[in-house]
């Protein structure tokens, strides 16, 4: 397997940390000089650039949050005038403000950059034909995707999402051999194409697909491959890191985080403690060469865990694990700790349901209640009220097991649930409080 930037990629370890300190220092710099955000938040906890003397003094400097960059809506944490930015992207603002992130080009040509090396890294190149199926505009999955695409030289057919059929169309017509899009949109592509008597595997090309935007388990992962024919791999990347930024490789062990681009700590997200390498906890990012829109110690409230390994692809950059949900996404019932991603794994391994679910919580009284309605299988489907109940009860005993509080559980006939094309909608939480 080749790589795009070899320079880069085929760093050692201890090089990616020479390089890494060497660019958080001059970015540190840069801040306290010319962000009054950073140079006021440094002042605060009593740290100067000179302070940082390793890589490690990073702790020295404090965390930046999603509300910090709310609550400076829409423009004032750039640094630098805005004849200097050639692109905005904007988040949907759905839990408050929008958050509004700008691009240099030189923040651009990076994000293309780690694309193309994410791309080259599960064996894309110049002979493929891409299909974006991330939406595009101000979302940055399409134009992300996009770009690296184009970098590597290869054909980009852009997509966007919705209109599954024309999308089928598409990739049978014009020889796509990979897909970018969310693996629930994904999923609604494979079972448009069982009802139109198309195989993915027989009657197309289509060989890779690059799924993120949300949480998906690895036994997601084992049915979608199985099932189509294809390899899948998991992407990471927020909107206001830049965008889709960091893909797993052919070795499908963690996604590689490129050292000379960010920095990753894992922490406790209740007291802030550092974690070690296979500690799960909270992800902060501190981007190290981000121009427009600066980002050190970000709380991205991911839950996962790092590698620092090598890694069997023979790259030494840092690995992140797939996400297993966020700390806002985390639901608390009855006292337990619960994320829809243990309960997707869960539901995953029962073979007679199928991959779409949906998490009902509701308040009776002082107690709070779990719902977990999922589909059949259609070769699961039967009319037999026994064979159901029995089922049911299985389901109901394996969600206990594994979540440690109970859950009531609904059967459902195949294609009840509501499709998406984005982001799957897996959560319902009608408490008040």
């Not at 004849?83 to 988040?91: D, F, G, I, P």
């Not at 290869?154 to 059929?165: D, F, H, K, Q, Y």
């Not at 949109?185 to 090309?205: C, M, R, V």
């Not at 974690?275 to 829109?293: D, F, R, S, Y």
């Amino acid at each position: 397997m080749g790589y795009w930037n070899a320079r880069v990629e085929g760093m050692s370890a201890a090089d990616i940390h020479e390089l890494q300190f060497k660019l958080l220092k001059t970015q540190v710099y840069r801040l306290y000089s010319f962000s009054p955000f950073y140079h006021e938040r440094m002042k605060a906890a009593n740290v100067h650039p000179d302070d940082i003397k390793s890589l490690e003094d990073i702790t020295k400097l404090p965390y930046m949050y999603k509300k910090d960059l709310r609550d400076h809506y829409p423009d004032k944490l750039f640094v630098g005038g805005q004849e200097e930015l050639v692109r905005y992207h904007v988040s949907s603002g759905t839990t408050g403000k929008p958050t509004v992130v700008g691009y240099t080009q030189r923040d651009l040509d990076n994000w293309s950059e780690s694309i193309a090396r994410a791309m080259t890294s599960v064996g894309l190149g110049r002979n493929d034909v891409i299909q974006v199926s991330y939406g595009y505009g101000l979302f940055t999955g399409g134009l992300g995707a996009h770009y690296g695409a184009e970098k590597i030289g290869a054909t980009v057919v852009p997509a966007s999402t919705g209109n599954t059929e024309r999308q089928l169309e598409l990739i049978k017509d014009l020889r796509v051999t990979a897909i970018c899009c969310t693996p629930s949109y994904f999923l609604h592509i494979a079972e448009t194409a069982e009802k139109l008597g198309i195989s993915i595997q027989k009657d197309t090309q289509l060989r890779t697909a690059i799924l993120g935007a949300e949480p998906w388990s690895e036994k997601m992962r084992k049915r979608i491959e199985e099932s189509t024919g294809i390899n899948a791999y998991d992407i990471y990347g927020t909107s206001e890191l830049s965008g889709p930024l960091f893909t797993e490789c052919t070795a499908k062990d963690g996604m590689h985080v490129w050292g000379d681009l960010a920095y990753v700590e894992v922490i406790d997200p209740d007291t802030g403690e550092r974690l070690g390498p296979g500690e799960k906890g909270e992800m902060v990012i501190t981007m190290l060469q981000k121009e427009a829109l600066p980002i050190v110690r970000y709380r991205t409230g991911d839950i996962t865990s790092y590698d620092d390994s090598p890694c069997a692809c023979g790259r030494h950059h840092l690995r992140i694990a797939r996400l297993s949900g966020r700390v806002d996404d985390m639901l608390i019932i009855r006292g337990i700790n619960v994320f829809p991603s243990q309960v997707e794994y869960t539901l995953m391994t029962i073979p007679e349901l199928g991959e779409h679910f949906q998490i009902v919580v509701d308040r009776k009284g002082v107690l709070d209640n779990m719902l977990v309605r999922v589909e059949l299988k259609p070769s699961a489907f039967s009319d037999k009220i026994a064979d159901l109940m029995k089922l049911k009860k299985n389901v109901e005993y394996a969600l206990r097991n594994s979540l440690n509080v109970a859950a009531q559980v609904e059967l459902l006939e195949p294609g009840s649930l509501a499709r998406f094309e984005g982001k799957a909608k897996h959560v319902i939480d009608n408490r008040s409080d």
